[in-house]
């Protein structure tokens, strides 16, 4: 049955109608979300809790909660984000997600990529030795991650035992047919005299063509994070 | 002029198709399942046993009002349209608006006062402010579900549909601040066209939904009430949305032919 135009419709209708969404969107605009600051963010709940909250099916919360997590002290405007945060309530949720989904390469991927990008050498280290210990969980799954871990231990904390301990780790426990072998290789990238950007440039090569990396975010994160490199290094007098 | 008697006689007849549905001895049963509940909870809680108390049973009755409510409207006018009464009602001497607003004003009556059936059992356990302040939101909150659910019926006139849209509108209103500020911390700082066509739609979805997130919240049960900024500005929330739900309703209620 075809309906009425909207001519037939009361004009003191469309008038509230029309008032009452201006209203809406008014109210709703100077009310603007405010993205969570990093006080904000609490321990994470416990197992059992999350247990229950995932009905059984923990993957899909342990996506939610990582990007959760991820939303906590990062603004467009900060200038260096995360650095506010308590590392140790990050690490809490960063090991209830890898707990809900263990084969998730997330968790590792922020701990080493996001976390460890801050200024502050303690949460810095906090966060390689987090990626260092989880490692020994899945190494043939877990290994690029500590493979950037030995990186920024040889060229931001300057660090080269820390360095070959997990270049080391690599080579030893890593052995799976899919690990590439500059990977394997790894404590000698450590040893030579390269710069950050070469190092980078291998490493994040490597990945790309081992054709373990299929997600296109995932790409295009990395590729933006060697023209920063770049980009520091070309700063730098 | 206003056809204030036939309004009343509507609203009244809706209330009383509410009782004779049983749904306050629903109501009822709820709040006893609700109470063993908590029971239960302090038995097995080591510490904070009021606490856990107090935000599961809040938390389990607010859900079990707003499906109660959103179930009761949808079945209710859908029986309505099936019999024909609708057309009936329709078919007296008074507007169509006149019609909508006997109906919203039997519903929000029966809204209200589940809302403050259920807010009785918190009155064990939670702070006298901070429960007022929670019972009030549940009305307003109630309220908006009750002109959506009446909005959704009217436009899509079956019950799974409208049931289905009142829930993905409920779903979405709560969580809308979370998506927004998921969406607001991608990465990259490169955004494509998709990316800022995505934040963009997100944005404009959040501007025509309620702050349900900010609403019936378990901390003021917990911790302090709302100040009065907060409390008005959710009140305003909600008297805006509920006029705006409405008038939406009536619009298409008038342009429909029945």
């Given at each position: 049955m075809a309906e009425r135009p909207p001519s037939d419709v009361p004009k003191a209708v469309l008038?509230?109608?029309?008032?009452?969404l201006a209203l809406q969107i008014t109210l709703k605009m100077s009310h603007p979300v405010t993205p969570p600051a990093a006080s904000d963010l609490h321990p994470p709940p416990s197992q059992a809790s999350l247990r229950l909250a995932s009905l059984g099916d923990p993957?899909?919360?342990?996506?939610?909660?990582?990007?959760?997590?991820?939303?906590?002290?990062?603004?467009?405007?900060?200038?260096?984000?995360?650095?506010?945060?308590?590392?140790?309530?990050v690490r809490q949720w960063l090991l209830r997600v890898l707990w809900l989904d263990p084969r998730g390469q997330y968790p590792l991927l922020a701990a080493s990529r996001l976390y460890a990008e801050v200024p502050d050498e303690t949460k810095v280290r906090q966060m390689l030795e987090f990626v260092y210990e989880q490692f020994a969980g899945d190494p043939d799954r877990r290994w690029p991650w500590l493979?950037?871990?030995?990186?920024?231990?040889?060229?931001?904390?300057?660090?080269?035992?820390?360095?070959?301990?997990?270049?080391?780790?690599?080579?030893?426990?890593?052995t799976g047919p899919n690990v590439p072998l500059w990977a394997k290789q790894m404590e000698v990238f450590i040893l030579e005299d390269m710069n950050e950007l070469e190092t980078a440039r291998i490493m994040i090569g490597g990945f790309l063509s081992s054709g373990t990396i299929h997600d296109p975010a995932e790409i295009r994160f990395l590729d933006q994070r060697l023209r920063e490199i770049e980009a520091r290094l070309k700063s730098q007098p | 002029m206003i056809p204030l008697h036939?309004?009343?006689?509507?609203?009244?007849?809706t209330v009383l198709e509410a009782v004779r549905n049983r749904l306050f001895w629903l109501a009822a049963i709820v709040v006893g399942v609700a109470l063993g509940l908590a029971q239960f909870l302090n038995q097995v809680a080591i510490t904070e046993s009021l606490e856990i108390q107090v935000a599961l049973l809040a938390a389990l009755l607010r859900v079990a009002a707003v499906f109660i409510?959103?179930?009761?409207?949808?079945?209710?006018?859908?029986r309505e349209a099936n019999d024909?009464?609708?057309?009936?009602?329709?078919?007296?001497?008074?507007?169509?608006?006149?019609?909508?607003?006997?109906?919203?004003?039997?519903?929000?009556?029966?809204?209200?006062?589940l809302a403050v059936v259920f807010a009785l059992p918190l009155a064990l356990f939670a702070p006298t402010a901070g429960l007022m302040a929670w019972a009030a939101s549940l009305v307003c909150e109630l309220l908006i579900v009750t002109s959506v659910s009446l909005f959704c019926v009217i436009s899509l006139t079956q019950v799974l549909s409208a049931f289905a849209a009142t829930t993905a509108f409920y779903f979405l209103s709560r969580s809308m601040a979370a998506m927004q500020v998921i969406a607001?911390?991608?990465?990259?700082?490169e955004h494509t066209f998709a990316d800022a066509a995505i934040n963009w739609i997100v944005d404009a979805i959040a501007l025509i939904l309620p702050s349900l997130d900010r609403m019936t919240r378990i901390d003021w049960l917990v911790n302090a009430g709302p100040g009065m900024d907060e409390t008005l500005g959710l009140l305003a929330q909600s008297a805006i949305y509920v006029v705006l739900i409405a008038s939406a309703a009536l619009f298409d209620l008038h342009r429909k032919n029945y």
């Amino acid at each position: 049955m075809a309906e009425r135009p909207p001519s037939d419709v009361p004009k003191a209708v469309l008038a509230i109608l029309a008032g009452a969404l201006a209203l809406q969107i008014t109210l709703k605009m100077s009310h603007p979300v405010t993205p969570p600051a990093a006080s904000d963010l609490h321990p994470p709940p416990s197992q059992a809790s999350l247990r229950l909250a995932s009905l059984g099916d923990p993957i899909p919360l342990a996506k939610v909660l990582m990007l959760y997590l991820q939303s906590f002290d990062y603004q467009a405007l900060n200038r260096i984000p995360y650095q506010a945060l308590n590392y140790d309530t990050v690490r809490q949720w960063l090991l209830r997600v890898l707990w809900l989904d263990p084969r998730g390469q997330y968790p590792l991927l922020a701990a080493s990529r996001l976390y460890a990008e801050v200024p502050d050498e303690t949460k810095v280290r906090q966060m390689l030795e987090f990626v260092y210990e989880q490692f020994a969980g899945d190494p043939d799954r877990r290994w690029p991650w500590l493979a950037h871990a030995a990186a920024i231990a040889k060229h931001r904390l300057d660090d080269l035992p820390l360095a070959k301990r997990y270049a080391a780790a690599i080579q030893q426990h890593a052995t799976g047919p899919n690990v590439p072998l500059w990977a394997k290789q790894m404590e000698v990238f450590i040893l030579e005299d390269m710069n950050e950007l070469e190092t980078a440039r291998i490493m994040i090569g490597g990945f790309l063509s081992s054709g373990t990396i299929h997600d296109p975010a995932e790409i295009r994160f990395l590729d933006q994070r060697l023209r920063e490199i770049e980009a520091r290094l070309k700063s730098q007098p | 002029m206003i056809p204030l008697h036939f309004i009343t006689t509507l609203a009244g007849t809706t209330v009383l198709e509410a009782v004779r549905n049983r749904l306050f001895w629903l109501a009822a049963i709820v709040v006893g399942v609700a109470l063993g509940l908590a029971q239960f909870l302090n038995q097995v809680a080591i510490t904070e046993s009021l606490e856990i108390q107090v935000a599961l049973l809040a938390a389990l009755l607010r859900v079990a009002a707003v499906f109660i409510v959103a179930t009761f409207i949808i079945t209710s006018m859908v029986r309505e349209a099936n019999d024909k009464v609708t057309e009936l009602m329709l078919s007296q001497p008074a507007p169509r608006s006149s019609y909508f607003l006997g109906k919203f004003a039997g519903y929000a009556f029966v809204a209200v006062s589940l809302a403050v059936v259920f807010a009785l059992p918190l009155a064990l356990f939670a702070p006298t402010a901070g429960l007022m302040a929670w019972a009030a939101s549940l009305v307003c909150e109630l309220l908006i579900v009750t002109s959506v659910s009446l909005f959704c019926v009217i436009s899509l006139t079956q019950v799974l549909s409208a049931f289905a849209a009142t829930t993905a509108f409920y779903f979405l209103s709560r969580s809308m601040a979370a998506m927004q500020v998921i969406a607001g911390a991608s990465l990259t700082s490169e955004h494509t066209f998709a990316d800022a066509a995505i934040n963009w739609i997100v944005d404009a979805i959040a501007l025509i939904l309620p702050s349900l997130d900010r609403m019936t919240r378990i901390d003021w049960l917990v911790n302090a009430g709302p100040g009065m900024d907060e409390t008005l500005g959710l009140l305003a929330q909600s008297a805006i949305y509920v006029v705006l739900i409405a008038s939406a309703a009536l619009f298409d209620l008038h342009r429909k032919n029945y």
